[in-house]
């Protein structure tokens, strides 16, 4: 069964800034993120927009996404997982840099529902 996974898109706080935020995010952000007991994996990815999925259908307003791969398979794992999150950030363990654009942040667990298919050879 493939895992549950945590995505946050983001964006830095304005152009002039994406360096540092990319450097605050994959050289800091993950690396504290991926210390939180759950975490098996993440890896960052940048939003490509110049190619349309489909007619109508925008991409995301964000310019990057980051997916965590975690341990968790219940809401009630996932509780735990995002306490231990909350703490984290808290205690200074984890942070979220000014560079962060939060007002335009989101981030969703995605549980799954099936197992994996992959195609046929």
Known sequence: MPKTLMLVFSSPISAAQETAYNAWY????LPDI????????ATRYKIDKSVALMPGL??????YLAVYELEAKTSAELEVFAQAMREALQQGRADLSPLLDLA????????????RLLPLA
Not at 26 to 29: A, S
Not at 104 to 115: D, R
Request: hydrophobic share 35%.
């Open 34 to 41: 991926c210390a939180i007991p759950g975490v098996i994996s």
């Open 104 to 115: 335009h942040a989101s981030s969703s667990f995605a549980v799954p529902i099936t197992t």
């Open 58 to 63: 925008p991409a995301d307003p964000n310019a």
């Open 26 to 29: 994959t050289d800091k952000h």
